[in-house]
């Protein structure tokens, strides 16, 4: 997972930094910097993995029914 921003001019500093956080949010960099952060045992871990298949599950059905509309 690289991420590069190239910063060609001050002024755009501001504008390169909310690019490089849009970009840390969709690869998932700041998500697994919080979970690695603090240990988590293997039942939590277990139910956590459950919640997020039962989420992107839901999700697809959602999308697959709108699709259909």
């Given at each position: 997972m690289a991420v590069r921003i190239q910063v060609r001019d001050r002024k755009n500093l501001e504008s390169?930094?909310?690019a490089f956080s849009k970009?840390?949010?969709r690869?998932?960099?700041?998500k697994q910097v919080k979970q690695k952060s603090a240990y988590e045992k293997p039942s939590?871990?277990?139910r956590r993995k459950?919640?997020?298949k039962e989420k992107a599950i839901r999700k697809a059905e959602r999308e697959r029914r709108d699709f259909f509309r």
């Open positions: 390169s930094l909310r970009m840390c949010a690869e998932g960099i700041l939590d871990q277990r459950k919640k997020e």
